[in-house]
């Protein structure tokens, strides 16, 4: 069965999934719908657009179908590594890739830690920051930004 081909392009947020989705939803209509959204043009992506992306893959997969995704733009993949069940759906390099399902085109993890060889000396451990020595006698006061000192007693308050 041959795929639809649907290029998205602009703001994938919670003012416009609204237009989108019934088109979306219009395509996932016949059995075993394969669905490949081009995603190169979309320059933001918000949380209502990353979960219609994870419901049409979530319709489609129900029906016996798929949604891929190709060329990921930043805004789509800065989403695949993180939002809930974006992990489930296919990101490919190009658009040809996707139609073909082509393991070599088919993009990785968005956020795997690279990984370490045996022969690496292991990565150094991370700390909290610089070490801090105890204070001795008298407690350090932070500076406002005026650059005067607090009170002891806290911020200005009116005196009573």
Do not use: K, Y
């Amino acid at each position: 069965m041959s795929a639809v081909v649907l290029a998205l392009h602009g703001l994938l947020v919670e003012g416009t999934v609204a237009t989108i989705e019934p088109v979306l939803a219009g395509l996932l209509v016949a059995d075993e719908p394969r669905l490949v959204l081009d995603v190169s043009q979309v320059t933001v992506c918000d949380t209502t657009g990353a979960e219609l992306l994870v419901g049409v893959a979530g319709l489609a997969r129900d029906r016996g179908g798929e949604l891929r995704l190709a060329a990921p733009s930043p805004a789509i993949r800065s989403w695949l590594g993180i939002a809930a069940g974006m992990s489930g759906i296919a990101a490919f390099a190009t658009v040809e890739g996707a139609l073909d399902a082509d393991p070599r085109d088919l993009l990785g993890p968005a956020l795997a830690p690279p990984a370490i060889c045996v022969d690496d000396p292991p990565p150094p451990p991370l700390s909290a920051g610089p070490a801090r020595t105890p204070s001795r006698g008298r407690p350090r006061w932070r500076v406002n930004p005026s650059g005067r000192a607090r009170s002891r007693r806290g911020p200005a308050s009116p005196r009573r």
